[in-house]
C-alpha cells in the first residue's frame, strides 16, 4: 500500500511563496500519476495540479495556473507543488495523491478524486492579506 506523506505547508502572506512536498512509498512510485488537492473549510475537496508518472504531462485546475507548478523526482520518490503568488483564496488543507494503475490520465481523468487510490493525510496552507 502506498502512503504519500506531505510537508512543507504553513503561514505565508499574500504574494508569498510555498513549496509542497509529498514523498511516497513504493517500488513502482515512477509508475504513478500524481496529483494535489486541497479542500477549504466548509468546501468539497478540489483539483490543484497533477503530473503523469513520465514527467510529459502536467494539468492544473485555472485558479491555479501560471502560479502553481508541479513537478516529481522519481529518483527521490517525490512530487512537489511550487505555489508562488499565492492569495488568501488558496488557504486550504493541501492534499497528495496518487493513483497507482499505471494507466494514462488525461486532463479529464486527473480532476477526478475518485481516479486516485492512495491519499495522504494532507498539509495545512494558510494564506494572510
Known amino acids: 500500500q502506498v502512503q504519500p506523506v506531505e510537508s512543507g505547508g504553513g503561514l505565508v502572506q499574500a504574494g508569498g511563496s510555498l513549496r509542497l512536498s509529498c514523498a511516497a512509498s513504493g517500488r513502482t512510485f515512477s509508475s504513478y500519476t500524481m496529483g494535489w488537492f486541497r479542500q477549504a473549510p466548509g468546501e468539497e475537496r478540489e483539483f490543484v495540479a497533477a503530473i503523469s508518472w513520465s514527467r510529459s504531462s502536467t494539468y492544473y485546475a485555472d485558479s491555479v495556473k501560471d502560479r502553481f507548478t508541479i513537478a516529481r523526482d522519481n529518483a527521490k520518490n517525490t512530487v512537489y507543488l511550487q505555489m508562488n503568488n499565492l492569495k488568501p483564496e488558496d488557504t486550504a488543507v493541501y492534499y497528495c495523491?496518487?493513483?497507482?494503475?499505471?494507466?494514462?490520465?488525461?486532463?479529464?481523468?486527473?480532476?477526478?478524486?475518485?481516479?486516485?487510490?492512495?491519499w495522504g493525510q494532507g498539509t495545512q496552507v494558510t494564506v494572510s492579506s
Open positions: 495523491a496518487a493513483d497507482t494503475s499505471g494507466y494514462y490520465m488525461d486532463y479529464v481523468r486527473a480532476m477526478r478524486r475518485n481516479e486516485y487510490d492512495c
